[in-house]
């Protein structure tokens, strides 16, 4: 008999703990829970008594704990807050503690389940229009429309000359490229040196790596000898010759290194 | 009928011929034409809108209809046709129910952030609902909002609109009475400062759903 | 309307509906639909053969037409609207300022190869440029130089000179009349003047640089 009791007992907490299991599964957070919930009380949700869905909310939660169900941390936290909200609204408001008032709160929480509900209706009615594709259709045979692009290009005589004098203005600032016939460059000197360096075995003045045609004009010669001395600074730090002068204002010789 | 094409090159073709052009062009289209489209294909000088509007009148209660979306036009079939279509029936992937109710919420709310709509349905929005939401470009980025963090913003597509059969976001179902009822306001839980940021989303919201009737506005 | 499927499983839908029928199966369907497959779909007893032909009426002289290919029907852009298929733009953009420098070093020192237009330009040309020019065929190419490697030379188009209005390139304005248009600065650079150009460029310079990369020479 004592056994018997307590077998109905036991199948009963069963079909209970089955039916939270499934349901804490299918409730997308504590809203959810609340919203549901709060329809046992089948009243306008404006008019809800939120200290009772309060109780109700903890004592699901309390029950789901006491079945060793794992609750999300947002259910709980949620729980802590709803306890919180229920002391407040039995309590006489203390005048000292500042913060909104239960009362306060809870309408808060009205609202929210008021606008989740909101929410879903919307969705429903969404979900329930017209629909392309199932209930409306597009067509069925479009027309591709080709598009095609064409790019015309102009220039006109002054954009041809404005062009044409803008390069030969940028060579009146590269005197570079233009006097070259007056300059030699390092470079020029150092390739011109490169190919005669391995003929000379002995000590050799670098004025005689000058080349011969620019020797007379005086501005050729001052070019010719810097950008060679230069390029014999070069060819020495390379390890290519050995460069040497006896005294002040001596010539200096260079010659390749062994 | 050969030379009306050359005729345009001199003046604009007459109402008639211009609602012939819209009715071609919006036959041959899957997708929204927008006005834009449609008087960049047409002749010179022409002015689609009063040609759609004829043919939007002609096509009433045919078994086609024109229909506006968001300044776009398509034909679509007439929805009380649709048992005839069993053969084009689109078969689409269930959404689940978080996708829908964030649909709806980005559709009521828009230019709605993330954790607005997590602070709605009071749990996280999870990465795919979202993700699928953009797949089906019913979804799209919004302007980020100006507040501290800068966060995305959604906002609906036109091809949501068309999905839907809606002219325009403002003609979302019931959208008056939920804004009249206030449940579209940001409302922030008491004892939390309003933050720059909920202020502003009414703004923008105002500025979404705008060419309504401020008489509509029933805020605080 | 809504009542319009139930009835029809009693008796067959109006000719009226069964048009509306017709036009939407046509509209949606992918290809185009036989007679049979029309019956298959629309309400036991409809005949659509005579909507078809309503149909067909109703749309002599719009901007689409219902046509018969092969004993099965569908809905096509009438054919003097196809023009409507097509978006053609046309863009007008200015020559780049290498392709401008490019066709002038060509026009006034012509013929004239590769190597010598990067000397004179101071930069590399690059192939895009060059194919542009060729493609708006404003230049083409000259005889081989008998220089070794047989460099290819360019030389302007008789279009080149039409779209220029110029009747030979010699009319080209020289240096001197640049200078005094105000184009050019007066600072001449020795050896530059115009009437020994083209001599200049051909001889003086290949054979300076002999068809080396001339940013080498300043560079390395």
């Known amino acids: 008999m004592h056994e018997e009791l307590f077998r109905t007992e036991s199948v009963a907490e069963r079909v209970a703990s089955e039916t939270l299991i499934i349901d804490v599964d299918g409730y997308e957070g504590p809203l959810d829970l609340l919203l549901t919930l709060s329809r046992t009380q089948k009243v306008d949700l404006r008019k809800i008594s939120v200290l009772d ?3 109700q909310y903890l004592m699901f939660i309390e029950r789901a704990t006491a079945l060793r169900i794992e609750l999300a941390a947002d259910y709980l936290v949620m729980a802590a807050w709803l306890a919180f909200l229920k002391s407040r609204l039995l309590l006489p408001p203390d005048p000292k503690e ?13 609202y929210q389940l008021e606008r989740l509900q909101a929410m879903r209706d919307c969705a429903a009615k969404l979900m329930a229009r017209d629909r392309l594709g199932k209930d409306r259709f597009v067509r069925g045979l479009p027309e591709d429309v080709s598009r095609r692009r064409t790019v015309i290009y102009t220039a006109n005589l002054l954009d041809l000359m404005q062009g044409y004098a803008r390069i030969r203005t940028k060579d009146d600032f590269r005197p570079f490229v233009l006097d070259r016939d007056a300059v030699i460059t390092m470079e020029q000197a150092l390739t011109r040196m490169r190919g005669l360096i391995g003929f000379t075995g002995d000590w050799t003045d670098i004025i005689s790596y000058l080349p011969e045609d620019w020797l007379n004009d005086p501005q050729k010669r001052k070019s010719a000898t810097a950008s060679t001395f230069a390029a014999s600074l070069e060819l020495a730090k390379e390890g290519n010759i050995e460069i040497r002068q006896g005294e002040l204002y ?6 390749k290194r062994s | 009928m050969a030379n009306i094409h050359e005729e345009s ?26 006005l834009h489209e449609m008087v960049s294909r047409m002749p010179h000088g022409s002015e689609p809108i009063a040609a759609l509007e004829n043919l939007q009148k002609r096509y009433q209660g045919r078994g086609v209809e024109v229909k506006e979306i968001d300044r776009a036009w398509a034909i679509r079939t007439s929805p009380d046709l649709s048992f005839l279509m069993r053969r084009e029936t689109v078969e689409t992937r269930k959404l689940s129910r978080a996708a829908i109710e964030t649909l709806a919420i980005i559709a009521y709310h828009q230019p709605v952030t993330r954790a607005e709509i997590e602070e709605i349905r009071g749990v996280a929005v999870s ?3 979202i993700d699928q939401l953009l797949e ?5 980025l919004g302007r980020r909002r100006q507040t501290p963090g800068r966060p995305a913003t959604f906002v609906v597509t036109n091809l949501f609109l068309d999905h839907f059969g809606l002219e325009h976001a ?4 019931g959208l008056k009475e939920l804004r009249a009822a206030g449940l579209l306001d940001n409302r922030a839980a008491p004892g939390t400062e309003i933050s720059d940021e909920t202020e502003y989303s009414t703004d923008v919201q105002e ?3 705008d060419g309504e009737d401020p008489a509509d506005d029933i805020e605080d």
């Open chain 2, 9 to 34: 090159l001199f003046k604009a073709p007459d109402i008639c011929e211009q609602e012939r052009m819209v009715e071609a062009i919006l036959f041959a289209s899957a997708e929204p034409v927008s």
């Open chain 1, 53 to 55: 869905l309060a109780v």
């Open chain 2, 136 to 140: 089906l470009e019913w979804i799209k």
């Open chain 2, 170 to 173: 403002r003609d979302l179902p």
């Open chain 2, 207 to 209: 500025s979404l759903f």
């Open chain 1, 98 to 110: 500042d913060g909104p008032s239960g009362d306060e709160l809870a309408a808060h929480l009205a």
């Open chain 2, 127 to 129: 990465r795919g609902t």
């Open chain 1, 250 to 255: 001596a010539p200096i010789e260079i010659r």
